[in-house]
């Protein structure tokens, strides 16, 4: 499988997240936080079962998107949840910060477990792992969350169809686009519809009194960058985590175990620094750890711009622990930053949007950097091809191969290592992408977040989610 497609398995859950999550969000309103958050779970487990019974690609990416449906759900209750719960911006911060460690417990164990469970018993079985984490948050959920709502919410049906329409065929084009072309009619035809749609969201909720989407935050310098930066920290994180399965697989020829395993550098450092800014919620500013973060993160992603085939793994290690720190201390704080800069009537909204901009980063860290690194491969492939004196006819041949998903080496030792050096080439791009980015972010919270805030200069009137 080409890696623009295989990127639809991973990315397909976010991007479902983020096109239904603001109407989950006031599907709790509404009907009660903790009714439909149990609702998320159970939609949850439903995708899970569709994927372990799949017999098809077809039926797996049904049953992500079933997935993503019950963590659209989930999510935004989850968050409000807390954020009502809990007042006082101290104790809330480091409540938040527990709840991002939950998660970041699922990414670091989530890959290795997966990986045991398919070497054991097959990659069907790998998705029933979250069976009993379900019973037992069921239980947990239904005796110690007391129900909440706000009534008189309604769906935003208009701006949520446009939303759907819109992220979908622009997580499209740029996957589809960076495998084959951005001039491709289907290519250039998804492009168009996702600008058309994105940019009649926006004339809906600019017209509608209580809209689905806060336009308020991205009007604003500071808001704005809190929540860019939210979406930066895991547009790296996925991102990087997606490159490096490939390489480890692709290239060092590590089986998912081995994969997974090399990966825990990654992911346990993020779980580190998401318990670690726990700790230091309210001691230190959120900005500054974003900051701190996103210098670590972008330094961890250019180290791993040394990793070559043959080159040793603690390189690589170190490089991964690095990006995975800064990340923890990105996803971690970008909640409360986002809560920091907006009045307490619109802290609801703000944290939707977090969630939003969030799953959008999850979505895009795997379609664009998967989309550089197919576009570099391909560039790169009858160059390493030819300068290792493969005849013509047989590099073209290796060429189609590859593209349509298949190794193309045929156990042809020169083949291998040209495909070996195109594949490095390609992820160097997208790392050195990923990198540009944490970077870009650095300077913006230097910017706006670091600066002073100005006085207010009357009250912004509450603007429900």
């Known amino acids: 499988m080409a890696p623009g497609d295989l990127s639809w398995v991973s990315s397909l859950y976010a991007l479902v997240v983020a096109a239904l999550v603001l109407s ?36 797996v990416l049904v049953g992500r998107a079933i997935s993503g449906l019950g963590g659209a759900l989930i999510l935004p209750t989850s968050l409000a949840i807390l954020v009502v719960t809990f007042a006082n911006p101290a104790v809330r911060a480091r409540m938040i910060a527990v709840w991002v460690s939950a ?125 860019l930066v939210a979406g930066i920290g895991l547009f790296g994180f996925v991102g990087v985590s997606y490159l ?19 990966l825990l550098a990654l992911t346990l450092s993020f779980l580190v620094a998401t318990v670690a800014v726990g700790a230091l919620a309210g001691r230190i500013p959120a900005a500054r750890l974003l900051l701190t973060g996103l210098l670590a993160a972008g330094a961890g992603a250019l180290a791993l711009l040394a990793e070559d085939p043959g080159s040793p793994y603690w390189r690589a290690a170190l490089a991964l622990g690095l990006t995975g720190l800064g990340c923890g201390l990105v996803v971690a704080p970008s909640t409360a930053a986002a809560l920091a800069v907006v009045p307490p009537p619109r802290a609801p909204g703000a944290s939707a949007a977090v969630t939003v901009f969030r799953q959008l980063g ?8 998967g989309a550089v690194l197919a576009r570099r491969f391909a560039g790169e492939l009858p160059d390493a091809l030819r300068d290792a004196g493969v005849p013509a006819p047989a590099a073209d041949a290796v060429t189609s191969a590859v593209a349509s998903g298949r190794t193309g080496s045929s156990g042809n030792a020169a083949i291998g290592d040209a495909i070996d050096a195109a594949f490095t080439s390609g992820v160097h791009t997208a ?30 009137p509450p603007i429900s989610r």
């Open 24 to 59: 989950g969000g006031a599907l709790g309103d509404r009907l009660g936080r903790r009714a439909v958050f149990l609702a998320g779970v159970g939609a949850m487990v439903a995708g899970d079962l569709v994927v372990a019974t799949a017999g098809g690609f077809g039926q």
């Open 103 to 227: 998660s970041g417990l699922g990414l670091a164990l989530g890959p290795l477990l997966g990986a045991l469970v398919v070497r054991g018993a097959g990659w069907h079985a790998a998705y029933l792992i979250n069976l009993p984490v379900a019973v037992a948050t069921v239980a947990v959920t239904w005796f110690a969350v007391t129900e909440s709502r706000m009534p008189g919410r309604r769906l935003d049906v208009p701006g949520q169809l446009l939303a759907v329409a819109g992220l979908g065929s622009l997580v499209y084009g740029i996957a589809v686009g960076g495998r084959e072309s951005y001039t491709e009619p289907m290519v250039a035809g998804a492009l168009l519809l996702a600008v058309l749609c994105l940019a009649g969201f926006v004339l809906v909720e600019r017209r509608r009194a209580a809209p689905m989407f806060d336009l308020a935050l991205l009007r604003e310098a500071r808001p704005a960058v809190a929540l």
């Open 244 to 262: 490096q399965i490939l390489y480890l697989q692709r290239v060092d020829g590590f089986d998912p175990l081995g994969a997974a395993v090399r």
């Open 431 to 460: 790392l050195a992408v990923a990198a540009g980015t944490f970077l870009l972010g650095a300077a913006l919270v230097a910017a706006v977040l670091l600066r002073p805030a100005r006085p207010a200069q009357s009250p912004a």
């Open 362 to 369: 999850s979505v895009f860290g795997t379609a664009v950097l």
